[in-house]
Each structure stands twice: as structure tokens, then as C-alpha cells.
């Protein structure tokens, strides 16, 4: 099952993983809002899902389905930076993470790899994996990489200029809960004030937006 806001990237999905004939693509979604209810209905051995758009924190999202759904396999493709969530969504549950901007075969071995029982990740994801487990004292010193899951979507919606409202509202959390997030956003990457971290924040949004 392929979930993903783009309809053109559904379909460019479709296409190459429907050209390996041992598999058939059961539904395709448009967004993450009732994919549980798809998965549930459809039981499919493999979701390929982009779990990031619409403001959706991604990481939840997949810790979410993860949970529910335990025997499914899901692969996550994204054009956000792997060097910052391939981890996060491993974590969360996911078995594999491919970037949108790789090849067409690298995406069905991607796909072979995640239903084989086995993680899939890119060389480089790999390479900063055994880089962060020989140098741990210093695997967490380039931001935003010492957030936590939650400090970084607060980080992304600063980013994409939602206010402090807004973003309580978004997550069904309070503004004290927020602002409090925000505190310690400051405090790990060195902002001074609520200007610097917009500031910051949106230059990071921009280099990082699907």
C-alpha cells in the first residue's frame, strides 16, 4: 500500500514498484489521516507511506501505525534530510527509509530488503550509524540532532510559521506545554531569544521542506 499526499508521487511509486511483477499495489492514499483504517482493511504485507505533510509530526505518525499493526513492514520515502530522521523513523518502527531523490532501483531494493524481513538504509545512513556508535560522546553535537522527536516537529512548525497557538492547537497540547518546548529548543541550540529561533527555524524548514 503506497501512502502519500502527492499524487503525482503515488503514481511514480506505483509505476516502479509495480514493475517487479511479484508485487501488487492494493491501495494507494492520499493522505495520513485514516491510513490505520486502510492498512486494517487491507492487510497489506508492505506500507510504503511518506509520512511527513500537512503538518503531520511523521515520527508519531509511524510510531503509531508500528504499534497497531506490529507484523506490518513499512518503508518510509521522504525528501527529508536522512541524516536527521532516517534514525527517528527507524525508531519510531519503521524497517527502512529511502530518499525520494534515489534511483528508481534503489527503491525496489529497498522494497525487497524491507519485505525480506531485513532494515533497509543508504550507504550514508549507514556510515553516520557506525560514525555516531565510534564517536558517541560527540554523536549528538550538531543541531537539530539533539532534539528530541517532539522538540523537533515543535521546531519544524516554527519553521514553517505557525505560532505558539497555533502549534498547541495542531499537537492538542496546551500553550504553557509549547512554550515550554520552545524554552528548551533555545537552550539546546543556542538562541538567544524568540526571533533567533524563528529565524533559525525557518532558515532550517527552508532547506529541509518536501
Known sequence: MIVDVSALCREGLRAIISQNKRFDVVER???GVGVADLV???RPDLLVIEPFGDGRDGVFLIKELSTRFPKLRILVVSRKPEDVFAERILRAGANGYWMKSGPSEELVR???TVLSGELYVSPRVAFLAVQKFADAPRSNDTPPGNLTDRELHVFELIGAGHGTGRIAEDLGLSRKTIETYQDRI??????QDARQLREGARKWFDSVKA
Open 29 to 31: 492514499a492520499y493522505t
Open 186 to 191: 533555545k537552550t539546546k541550540l543556542g538562541y
Open 110 to 112: 529497498a522494497v525487497e
Open 40 to 42: 486494517g482493511r487491507n
